[in-house]
């Protein structure tokens, strides 16, 4: 299994990112899919997850600002980011998951490589 992430980059507060994670290796339709947030000096956390069904969940500090979404039939992960902040710069991991949702870290089993969104005020 691979996770391949991408879309980062550096954006000014109040602009929008794409990021974007692409699966090889896996079932990918069956599985929730998340994206993490690593800060600097920070443990990794959870920004938001989407189960094989659709249904979503976020972090308090991104609800309303962020849309993490899927493409089964393509493979692919995506985290809309919008109304970016400078507390959003941060090392964004996507992360395949079991076939329920799951807020615990270790129940994410294969990892992408990080992508670096850097937000400027």
């Known amino acids: 299994v691979q996770l391949q992430a991408s879309g980062g980059g550096a954006v000014q507060a109040g602009g929008s990112l794409r990021l974007s994670c692409t699966a090889t290796?896996?079932?990918?339709?069956?599985?929730?899919m998340a994206w993490y947030q690593r800060r600097l000096g920070s443990k990794r956390e959870l920004v938001a997850s989407?189960?094989?069904?659709?249904?979503?969940t976020y972090a308090d500090s991104v609800k309303g600002r962020f849309t993490i979404s899927r493409d089964n039939r393509k493979k692919t992960l995506h985290l809309q980011m919008n109304n970016l902040s400078a507390e959003d710069t941060a090392l964004y991991y996507c992360?395949?998951?079991?076939?329920?949702?799951?807020?615990?870290?270790?129940?994410?089993?294969?990892w992408g490589q990080g992508t670096l969104v850097t937000v400027s005020s």
């Open positions: 992360a395949k998951g079991g076939i329920y949702y799951s807020d615990n870290i270790d129940e994410y089993d294969y």
């Open positions: 290796g896996t079932i990918f339709a069956i599985h929730s």
């Open positions: 989407i189960t094989a069904d659709g249904h979503t």
